[in-house]
């Protein structure tokens, strides 16, 4: 929680959360029992937010003051820079200090300027679908990642539904798995039959609804078959809660609103194996030690590490952990956070954060300290995943490596920083993709930065291909 006694500016927050409530300046200040002139100060940055403003926020609605007076940059601002980093703004020059004051008087305006700029760039895409189909993404996977990240990778229904059927299914997650397939059984009429891999060919999962069977690869490890049955159990029960969930939404097409309900049920199937409270009591007890906790709820590295992602409810809050998946190239498959960290949205990780350096060292844990451009500084554990059995048919073996952190001002929670020393970390300096990081002098650059102009001498030989 932030120093009460130091003058709190706060105006932009302030106005996004009475957005979010849906309430108007009459109807907060009535809440908040000051008058709806001096809120429009606040919100205006005229006046600071003292601390019966503050505490009273926190009362009227259930507010995490930590998270509230963070002197972090907010996510609208890092989305902003990465947007007029973009060359079609390259001659305006526009100052670092517009953005952060847009951001902070009219959060609603910037929040325009991120959806149409995300509107002209699937326009963009869907131009190149007709010029060139190989070059263009899928824009799918992109917007249903984006509707998770709007809600910070917390679904507060979704936890509350699987805390509710981990109690029917008994409260014991050693026998969870069989318990939900008695049910499946007795309830559903839906029986489960391991398959060869043969058979299943491509799948990994999947349910014939005539037969009322699932079918599930006998390629995949004790983890990711007990996730297939809760997937199935979840989907069986709380079935149309979940449509309601993605068609309120508002998904653009048919096939992202089916992406984002499975992402909806991944989340459910994670809240039954991981009830929230137990999950973060057991995770607290034990300094976040990931093997530690994956034990008693009998899930993989990955499951634990996003579920870790997942703590932001009001009261009851975790390590505001965020979280990105690589493979071996660098292709990034998976981001998910729960406090703040500059993604690049249009690219993958810096090649200076050691997730990189995890294919290395297999199975094993490696931490490091990393500075974005913003001067912010977060403690972060990578490590390689344990993959499912694939046939050497299949060609090459294929790995995947899992980064996951927090700012460094929750790191002393954590069992990996023990003995590091957090006041003067090594902390290396990272940014986002090469075309969007103006780092001088960056000895892994890739590509020179969209928004400078290159500095080229002949006679000269540098660090980098592409000085400016």
């Known amino acids: 929680m932030a120093d009460l006694d130091r003058k709190l500016f706060l105006g932009g927050r302030l106005k996004r959360l009475r957005y979010d409530l849906s309430l108007t300046q009459t109807q907060m200040a009535a809440d908040l029992g000051v008058s709806a002139s001096y809120l429009n100060h606040l919100e205006r940055n005229q006046r600071p937010v003292t601390a019966q403003v503050l505490l009273k926020l926190a009362s009227t609605y259930d507010l995490d003051l930590r998270t509230f007076t963070d002197d972090s940059e907010p996510a609208g601002e890092a989305d902003l820079l990465e947007i007029f980093a973009d060359p079609l703004f390259k001659d305006l020059h526009l100052p670092r200090r517009e953005i952060s004051e847009l951001v902070a008087v009219s959060p609603m305006a910037a929040e325009a300027v991120t959806r149409l700029y ?161 999950f973060l009591e057991m995770a607290e007890q034990n300094a976040y030690d990931i093997e530690l906790l994956r034990a008693p709820f009998e899930v993989s590295w990955e499951q634990a590490s996003q579920r870790l992602t997942t703590l932001s409810r009001p009261g009851a809050r975790g390590v505001p952990f965020f979280l990105m998946r690589i493979d071996s190239a660098g292709n990034v498959s998976k981001r998910f956070a729960a406090g703040h960290f500059p993604f690049s949205r249009y690219g993958g990780a810096c090649p200076r954060w050691n997730i990189h350096q995890a294919f290395q060292t297999p199975g094993r844990v490696i931490t490091q300290v990393i500075e974005t451009p913003d001067g912010l500084r977060y403690f972060t554990v990578s490590r390689t995943l344990d993959r499912n059995l694939s046939p050497y048919a299949d060609g090459a073996y294929s790995q995947a490596a899992i980064g996951l952190g927090c700012e460094l001002k929750y790191a002393d929670k954590l069992i990996y920083a023990r003995g590091l020393d957090l006041a003067q970390p090594n902390a290396v300096q990272t940014g986002p993709m090469c075309r969007l990081c103006e780092r001088p002098n960056c000895r892994e650059r890739a590509a020179p930065p969209a928004v400078k102009a290159l500095q080229i001498d002949e006679w000269i030989k540098g660090v980098t291909a592409f000085p400016f």
């Open 118 to 278: 995300r509107a002209y760039v699937e326009r963009r895409k869907r131009d190149a679908v007709a010029i060139a189909p190989e070059d263009a993404d899928q824009s799918p996977s992109d917007w249903v990642r984006d509707q998770i990240q709007t809600h910070h990778n917390f679904f507060p229904e979704l936890d509350e539904l699987g805390e509710r059927l981990f109690a029917v299914l008994g409260g014991d997650p050693h026998g969870l798995a069989e318990a939900a397939q008695k049910r499946l059984a007795e309830v559903y009429r839906i029986d489960i039959r391991l398959m060869p891999a043969q058979v299943m060919m491509m799948y990994q999962r999947r349910f014939d609804p005539h037969r009322r069977r699932l079918m599930i690869s006998e390629t995949l490890g004790a983890s990711s078959r007990r996730f297939a049955i809760l997937y199935q159990l979840a989907l069986s029960e709380y079935g149309s809660e979940v449509n309601a969930l993605a068609e309120k939404a508002r998904a653009p097409d048919l096939a992202t609103q089916r992406l984002y309900k499975i992402a909806l049920l991944n989340a459910l199937a994670a809240a039954t194996l991981m009830p929230y409270s137990a």
